[in-house]
């Protein structure tokens, strides 16, 4: 028998007991009508919608979920009654059918079936019963009462109808398996029936052993999530889907017993697999822990720089306090001592006037004292004046002198007393005012020396500046008049360039007037005889035109080189044109010249002018 490992979760104790009659109505009742009311505020049809999204429960309430949806009763009494029957006899050899080496876990099945086999006695019959009971009591062995509640709820509601046939596997089940699966895959179905595999074979072990030996740990658990929330049909139709999920490995099966070593093989290579996706979760676990760890160590390396900043912004902050601190506490000091001082001076002046108060009262005192004994002194007088002699006239006299000399005495050295104690107190009054004086004087004195030193240290600072400044500001200076000057050799030669280049133009135009002076008087000329020629041909039409030809030739003579070229182009009309449009050219020409002679002269005056300003701006 094949055996997972996991860890059991421990479910809560029952807060209430409930009789085993009580048990049996519960898991026979009508399951339809109570399918939505379950205990502790649970809905059936939430949690079926929490698992179809997830496909299983969570892992940490999945026992709490089973036993509301199975509705367990949790009765105490009942199960210790059949607990305290002690091990049915069928059960005694346990271990030597099913060798368990956890001896705890063998204890556990042992109680479970025992009190199974007490509580109906078919079980005790029963062969597939520990292959049955096996994972739930692995998964609940540290509650057995849950465990003994769960399998006796799975074995009436899932699998009531299994004992039909007893001893025999349950044949009106397993034809229900396999008409479904004779409507969903007919080639498997056929496939076995021609290799005589029944559905003993093929779906009898999975239902015995309520598929732990096919199916890993965590598979188990999502498979009775879903077992344990649906109708009691659906265990049947796992058994379908698992062998139709096989069925490439079933096909290829010919033998008998090659049908039972896929089942193994199929469950040693999910086995495999799982162990295979646990290796690869675990290094991937491994490397993103590995990420994190850096991720975290260079966040910790930039919270260990922001805090070393923070120091030390903090550091100067209380460095700057500090010093304020200090400076604040040398002013209270000094206020202190003042105030000390003050508080002494108004504390002798106090002593000093309670000790002139306390005179006053003396004397006041005194001086009562003394008019009783003048008022007794003069009464007794009064009494005895009549019985006195003169002989006692002159001691009392006598005694009244030598009272009147004690009282001056007496009066004479208490006012030296006062007088003395008035010039000890004028003395002291005058030392600490002296003293006062000469501290305050002090403390001004360090003040004043230490703002004329902070002003020296100022002046000092802005003097080097200001050098600083000046040096720079000569250098740039420096600099400006040499390229001035570079600037001023540049536009005196441009300067003579251009009056060379005027002056050649300026002869030019002379040239140009001259030439146009002579084309004019030729042109004149030309159309002046033109004109006689006409009146003389209009006056004598049949008149010859030699001798005007002779004539103009005469004429001719004494014209410039240009009228020559005029009487040539009365013979030649292309050389009239060519003529004129020279003229032409040459007054456009003219013209330009003028124009351009006046935009020189106007820029040579600005730059007379600009020279005649730079001298002043370079003394300046």
Same mark, same amino acid.
């Given at each position: 028998?094949?055996?997972?490992?996991?860890?059991?979760?421990?479910?809560?104790?029952?807060?209430?007991?409930?009789?085993?009659?009580?048990?049996?109505?519960?898991?026979?009742?009508?399951?339809?009508?109570?399918?939505?009311?379950?205990?502790?505020?649970?809905?059936?049809?939430?949690?079926?919608?929490?698992?179809?999204?997830?496909?299983?429960?969570?892992?940490?309430?999945?026992?709490?979920?089973?036993?509301?949806?199975?509705?367990?009763?949790?009765?105490?009494?009942?199960?210790?009654?059949?607990?305290?029957?002690?091990?049915?006899?069928?059960?005694?050899?346990?271990?030597?059918?099913?060798?368990?080496?956890?001896?705890?876990?063998?204890?556990?099945?042992?109680?479970? @079936?025992?009190?199974?086999?007490?509580?109906?006695? $078919?079980? /005790?019959?029963?062969?597939?019963? #520990? =292959? !049955?009971?096996?994972? +739930?009591?692995?998964?609940?062995?540290?509650?057995?009462?849950?465990?003994?509640?769960?399998?006796?709820?799975?074995?009436?509601?899932?699998?009531?109808?299994?004992?039909?046939?007893?001893?025999?596997?349950?044949?009106?089940?397993?034809?229900?398996?396999?008409?479904?699966?004779?409507?969903?895959?007919?080639? @498997?179905?056929?496939?076995?029936?021609?290799?005589? $595999?029944? /559905?003993?074979?093929?779906?009898? #072990? =999975? !239902?015995?052993?309520? +598929?732990?030996?096919?199916?890993?740990?965590?598979?188990?658990?999502?498979?009775?999530?879903?077992?344990?929330?649906?109708?009691?049909?659906?265990?049947?139709?796992?058994?379908?889907?698992?062998?139709?999920?096989?069925?490439?490995?079933?096909?290829?099966?010919?033998?008998?017993?090659?049908?039972?070593?896929?089942?193994?093989?199929?469950?040693?290579?999910?086995?495999?697999?799982?162990?295979?996706?646990?290796?690869?979760?675990?290094?991937?676990?491994?490397?993103?822990?590995?990420?994190?760890?850096?991720?975290?160590?260079?966040?910790?390396?930039?919270?260990?720089?922001?805090?070393?900043?923070?120091?030390?912004?903090?550091?100067?902050?209380?460095?700057?306090?500090?010093?304020?601190?200090?400076?604040?506490?040398?002013?209270?000091?000094?206020?202190?001592?003042?105030?000390?001082?003050?508080?002494?001076?108004?504390?002798?002046?106090?002593?000093?006037?309670?000790?002139?108060?306390?005179?006053?009262?003396?004397?006041?005192?005194?001086?009562?004292?003394?008019?009783?004994?003048?008022?007794?002194?003069?009464?007794?007088?009064?009494?005895?004046?009549?019985?006195?002699?003169?002989?006692?006239?002159?001691?009392?006299?006598?005694?009244?002198?030598?009272?009147?000399?004690?009282?001056?005495?007496?009066?004479?050295?208490?006012?030296?007393?006062?007088?003395?104690?008035?010039?000890?107190?004028?003395?002291?009054?005058?030392?600490?005012?002296?003293?006062?004086?000469?501290?305050?004087?002090?403390?001004?004195?360090?003040?004043?020396?230490?703002?004329?030193?902070?002003?020296?240290?100022?002046?000092?600072?802005?003097?080097?500046?200001?050098?600083?400044?000046?040096?720079?500001?000569?250098?740039?200076?420096?600099?400006?008049?040499?390229?001035?000057?570079?600037?001023?050799?540049?536009?005196?030669?441009?300067?003579?360039?251009?009056?060379?280049?005027?002056?050649?133009?300026?002869?030019?135009?002379?040239?140009?007037?001259?030439?146009?002076?002579?084309?004019?008087?030729?042109?004149?000329?030309?159309?002046?005889?033109?004109?006689?020629?006409?009146?003389?041909?209009?006056?004598?039409?049949?008149?010859?035109?030699?001798?005007?030809?002779?004539?103009?030739?005469?004429?001719?003579?004494?014209?410039?080189?240009?009228?020559?070229?005029?009487?040539?182009?009365?013979?030649?009309?292309?050389?009239?044109?060519?003529?004129?449009?020279?003229?032409?050219?040459?007054?456009?020409?003219?013209?330009?010249?003028?124009?351009?002679?006046?935009?020189?002269?106007?820029?040579?005056?600005?730059?007379?002018?600009?020279?005649?300003?730079?001298?002043?701006?370079?003394?300046?």
């Amino acid at each position: 028998m094949k055996v997972t490992s996991g860890r059991v979760q421990q479910p809560a104790k029952s807060r209430e007991k409930i009789q085993t009659r009580i048990l049996k109505q519960d898991l026979t009742g009508d399951f339809e009508s109570k399918k939505n009311e379950l205990p502790d505020g649970l809905n059936k049809k939430r949690l079926q919608i929490l698992l179809k999204g997830y496909g299983e429960y969570p892992t940490k309430y999945r026992m709490f979920i089973w036993r509301s949806l199975l509705q367990l009763p949790e009765n105490h009494t009942a199960f210790s009654s059949l607990i305290d029957k002690g091990t049915h006899v069928t059960f005694l050899n346990l271990q030597k059918k099913y060798p368990i080496k956890s001896r705890k876990l063998l204890r556990v099945l042992q109680r479970t @079936l025992s009190a199974l086999a007490h509580w109906s006695v $078919i079980f /005790s019959d029963t062969p597939y019963l #520990p =292959l !049955l009971a096996f994972p +739930f009591v692995k998964l609940f062995q540290n509650n057995q009462l849950i465990c003994f509640e769960v399998i006796a709820t799975l074995i009436i509601n899932w699998c009531q109808h299994w004992f039909e046939y007893f001893p025999n596997p349950p044949i009106n089940i397993l034809s229900m398996i396999e008409n479904v699966l004779a409507f969903h895959d007919k080639e @498997l179905l056929q496939h076995f029936i021609d290799h005589d $595999i029944t /559905s003993q074979l093929y779906a009898w #072990p =999975l !239902l015995e052993t309520v +598929f732990s030996e096919v199916l890993t740990r965590e598979e188990w658990l999502k498979l009775f999530d879903n077992i344990f929330s649906n109708h009691p049909s659906f265990l049947l139709m796992t058994v379908v889907a698992y062998n139709m999920c096989s069925r490439v490995p079933l096909l290829n099966c010919n033998l008998k017993d090659d049908f039972e070593t896929v089942e193994d093989m199929q469950a040693e290579v999910d086995q495999q697999r799982v162990e295979d996706e646990a290796w690869y979760q675990k290094q991937e676990l491994l490397r993103k822990a590995e990420e994190t760890r850096r991720e975290m160590l260079l966040q910790e390396e930039e919270k260990i720089i922001q805090q070393r900043q923070r120091l030390a912004a903090v550091k100067r902050e209380l460095k700057v306090k500090e010093m304020h601190l200090q400076d604040a506490a040398r002013r209270r000091f000094l206020k202190l001592q003042q105030d000390q001082q003050e508080m002494e001076l108004r504390r002798l002046d106090d002593e000093i006037g309670r000790k002139v108060y306390m005179r006053d009262r003396e004397i006041a005192a005194t001086a009562r004292d003394l008019e009783m004994r003048q008022l007794e002194l003069e009464s007794q007088k009064r009494l005895y004046e009549k019985n006195l002699t003169e002989n006692q006239a002159a001691v009392a006299k006598e005694m009244r002198a030598d009272a009147d000399a004690y009282r001056r005495k007496v009066d004479l050295e208490e006012h030296m007393f006062h007088k003395l104690i008035e010039a000890g107190e004028t003395q002291s009054q005058k030392t600490q005012k002296m003293i006062k004086e000469n501290l305050a004087k002090a403390e001004q004195a360090c003040l004043n020396t230490d703002w004329q030193i902070q002003s020296l240290h100022k002046q000092k600072c802005d003097d080097l500046q200001r050098n600083k400044c000046y040096q720079e500001v000569a250098k740039l200076l420096r600099e400006n008049r040499r390229k001035e000057i570079e600037i001023l050799n540049a536009m005196v030669e441009q300067e003579a360039k251009k009056w060379k280049e005027a002056e050649g133009k300026e002869f030019c135009l002379r040239s140009a007037k001259k030439a146009s002076a002579l084309s004019d008087a030729s042109r004149k000329w030309f159309l002046k005889q033109e004109i006689n020629a006409a009146v003389e041909h209009a006056e004598n039409p049949c008149h010859k035109e030699e001798p005007r030809f002779q004539n103009e030739q005469e004429d001719s003579s004494c014209l410039p080189r240009t009228s020559h070229l005029n009487d040539s182009s009365e013979m030649h009309p292309s050389t009239q044109i060519s003529l004129n449009r020279r003229a032409v050219e040459w007054d456009t020409t003219e013209q330009n010249l003028i124009q351009k002679v006046r935009n020189l002269r106007q820029r040579l005056t600005a730059q007379a002018r600009h020279r005649c300003q730079t001298p002043h701006l370079l003394a300046a």
